[in-house]
């Protein structure tokens, strides 16, 4: 018997042992389960597949039965975009007002994907636009997976390519705070690393936090991805501006946390991402602080120039600044790459794209309005 659509249970996003209950409940025998799970793990996460029809290794009476039962389709894309760099952007929505922002970087060796784990966010970075945006919700494991899917799909990268893929790496540096989502994307990053599906190498994946110190340890020993530490500043009165979450967190306990990062080598750096922001944190004495502040720790520096949006209280730093703050880093024997901004012309910085979405739905709602007839009075 087929439930209707809207009470269908999604399969994307289940892990091995949540897709292996699914089946028991729908009623098939035991004997039959674990290999059921790896054949639909295969059309799911190597094949790409969308419809029950395409899954040939399946009985045709098994399709049907599934199909009646569970979903497997992609959110609904409400916008795509493409750069003139190849960047390429994508506004997704997961229900009435839950949208979310999906970016691909495509540079000479490599291809990121950018993926966001909440609509909105709760941490109200200044220089974030995102910090801009009310949290709506976490994402569901689901949801996140489903953004890797809709980048796969758009690059037609399907089946699961061995060499020359286009999508290397994926970043949890889109909206909202992966550490207050973990259980989610601790489950998304188990299906996009697994090697008979989507096989991103957890070296690949890398997780970007704000700072939230007592969940850090947690990464390395449960996820087993790389890390990202957000930290724009390298002393608490500008930081707890910028990242008012270190208000609660402070650069000590940070740090110390970053110290005690399960796996931390060289060949498993830390990465910290500075935000190149005009007059705030970029002097050379900031430079100089940053190294020392980041003393003993394994790392690698990004220094981003800030993206700016309307009605951002920041700016970007000067080009020759930006340089000589490189120089500092880098003669203290730190990688610090100046990072290219990408897509410009897209609204490639994260939320802009939402935001422009979200004002488009008031406006319309407006005209509704006007354009509604005024009830008589008697």
Not at 162 to 174: E, P
Request: glycine share 6%; with cysteine.
């Amino acid at each position: 018997m087929q439930v209707p659509a809207s009470q269908k249970t999604p399969l994307i996003g289940l892990s091995r042992a949540s897709l292996h209950e699914a089946l028991t409940d729908f009623g098939l025998p035991a004997r039959q389960v674990r290999m059921r799970v790896g054949q639909i793990w295969h059309w799911l996460y190597w094949q790409g597949a969308t419809d029950f029809d395409t899954m040939t290794s399946l009985s045709k009476p098994l399709r049907e039965q599934l199909a009646g039962h569970f979903d497997i389709s992609r959110p609904e894309i409400v916008t795509q975009q493409i750069s003139e760099d190849g960047t390429r952007k994508w506004l997704i929505r997961f229900g009435p007002g839950v949208e979310a922002e999906t970016v691909f970087i495509p540079e000479e060796n490599r291809g990121t994907l950018c993926i966001s784990s909440q609509v909105g966010c709760t941490l109200n970075c200044r220089f974030c636009h995102t910090g801009t945006q009310p949290l709506v919700r976490n994402l569901t494991s689901g949801e996140i997976v489903s953004q890797i899917l809709i980048a796969r799909d758009a690059l037609e990268e399907w089946p699961t390519p061995a060499q020359g893929r286009q999508i290397t790496n994926i970043v949890l540096m889109g909206m909202g705070e992966p550490l207050y989502n973990f259980d989610h994307v601790k489950t998304a990053m188990d299906i996009a690393s697994d090697g008979e599906g989507l096989s991103v190498s957890k070296r690949r994946i890398t997780l970007s936090t704000a700072g939230v110190a007592p969940m850090i340890e947690r990464v390395g020993r449960e996820m087993g991805v790389m890390l990202a530490i957000s930290l724009h500043a390298t002393r608490d009165e500008l930081r707890d501006e910028l990242v008012p979450l270190n208000k609660k967190y402070p650069l000590t306990e940070l740090m110390e946390a970053c110290r005690n990062f399960p796996g931390l080598s060289n060949a498993r750096r830390i990465t910290f991402e500075y935000t190149m922001l005009k007059d705030k944190n970029d002097t050379p004495e900031d430079a100089r602080a940053l190294v020392q502040l980041l003393k003993g720790i394994p790392a690698k520096i990004n220094l981003i120039p800030f993206n700016p949006w309307p009605g951002s209280p920041y700016e970007c730093s000067d080009w020759e600044r930006i340089e000589a703050f490189a120089e500092i880093i880098n003669r203290a024997g730190y990688a610090s790459p100046v990072r290219t901004p990408r897509g410009r012309d897209i609204m490639a910085a994260c939320g802009q794209l939402k935001s422009a979405s979200v004002k488009q739905r008031a406006s319309e709602r407006r005209r509704q309005r006007q354009n509604q007839p005024v009830a008589e009075t008697a």
